[in-house]
C-alpha cells in the first residue's frame, strides 16, 4: 500500500512515496547504496523479502512499485515471488528504455498484480506499468494527475479520497507547489485514520516515507522511518549522477 506524487522540474523532479503496511511486517532498512556492473542506486530495503519497492540510480532513473489490489491471483500452481525483487533487478538501469526492455524480457506469471513508476531525468521520461497477474500495459507519458494511489483496504474509496485531497491541495500552478505537495504527504485529511495520505489504521498504517530529488549533479534520496507526521530525522544518502565522479 503506498501514496506517491512526483513533481517535475526544469533540471529534474522530486518523487515522494508514503509506503503503508501491515504492522505484522518485518521493519524495512534505510536507504543503502548498492553497486552492480551497469551503475550504482540507492534504495531501501524490505524487511521480509529482501526487495524494495523505491529506487534511483546515478542515471537519474528512479522506480516505484504500489500493489494492485484489484488485480486476480497468479493462476494456480504458480509459487509466487517477491514484487520488490523486480525492482531490485531493474534499479541499475541505464534509461527507461532500457529498462522497459528488461521489464518486458521477465516472466511475471509468479508475481501479484502492481503498478511500476518509472521516471527519467528528461522531460516526459515517464512510465506506468501495469501487471494484472495476465497482461502487461504500459503507459507512456505524463499522466493528468501525477498521483499514485494503492490500499488493501477498501480500494476504490481510499484512491477516491486521496485523488480528491490531492486536487484540492495542488489544484493551482502557482508557486509553492513542492511545498504543498510535501505537505499532503503528511496530511490527516479528511480525518486521522485509513483515508488520510497519512495512513493509520489499528492493523496497518504509513510505516516511512521517501524523497528522492533528482538534479542535474547529483541525486539525494531522503528517507523517514515511520509515519510522515512524526517528527523523526531522515536518513540521507547522496549519489552523484554518473560522469560526475
Known amino acids: 500500500m503506498c501514496t506517491v506524487s512526483w513533481l517535475r ?8 512515496c508514503n509506503r503503508d503496511e501491515r504492522r505484522t511486517r518485518k521493519v524495512a ?16 530495503v524490505d524487511g521480509d523479502a529482501g526487495g524494495t519497492w523505491i529506487a534511483a540510480n546515478d542515471s537519474g532513473v528512479a522506480l516505484c512499485l504500489l500493489n494492485d489490489y484489484l488485480a486476480p491471483l497468479p493462476p494456480a500452481g504458480h509459487v509466487t515471488t517477491s514484487r520488490g525483487l523486480l525492482v531490485a533487478d531493474l534499479a541499475a538501469e541505464r534509461d527507461l528504455e532500457s529498462a522497459l526492455r528488461r521489464l518486458d524480457g521477465v516472466d511475471l506469471r509468479t508475481l501479484h498484480g502492481f503498478v511500476l513508476l518509472m521516471l527519467g531525468p528528461g522531460a516526459g521520461e515517464t512510465a506506468i506499468a501495469r501487471w494484472n ?4 500495459r504500459v503507459e507512456r507519458g505524463e499522466p493528468a494527475r501525477p498521483l499514485l494511489v494503492s490500499s488493501g483496504w477498501q480500494t476504490a474509496r481510499v484512491i477516491a479520497a486521496r485523488e480528491e485531497l490531492f486536487d484540492v491541495a495542488l ?4 508557486d509553492g507547489r513542492e511545498v504543498r505537495q510535501r505537505a499532503f504527504h503528511t496530511s490527516h485529511a479528511p480525518l486521522r485514520g485509513p483515508l488520510s495520505p497519512c495512513m493509520h489504521r489499528d492493523d496497518a498504517s ?5 524523497r528522492v530529488d533528482v538534479h542535474p549533479r547529483e541525486v539525494l534520496f531522503a528517507y523517514q522511518p515511520g509515519a510522515p507526521c512524526e517528527v523523526r530525522e531522515d536518513e540521507v544518502v547522496r549519489l ?5 565522479r
Not at 9 to 16: F, I, K, T
Not at 171 to 174: F, I, K, L, R
Not at 240 to 244: I, K, Q, V, W, Y
Open 171 to 174: 489544484g493551482d500552478a502557482g
Open 206 to 210: 504509513t510505516v516511512s516515507a521517501s
Open 29 to 44: 532498512s534505510g536507504p543503502r547504496l548498492h553497486r552492480g556492473a551497469l551503475g550504482s542506486y540507492v534504495a531501501p
Open 240 to 244: 552523484p549522477r554518473a560522469g560526475l
Open 9 to 16: 522540474r526544469v533540471d529534474g523532479y522530486l518523487l515522494l
Open 133 to 136: 497477474t495476465a497482461h502487461l
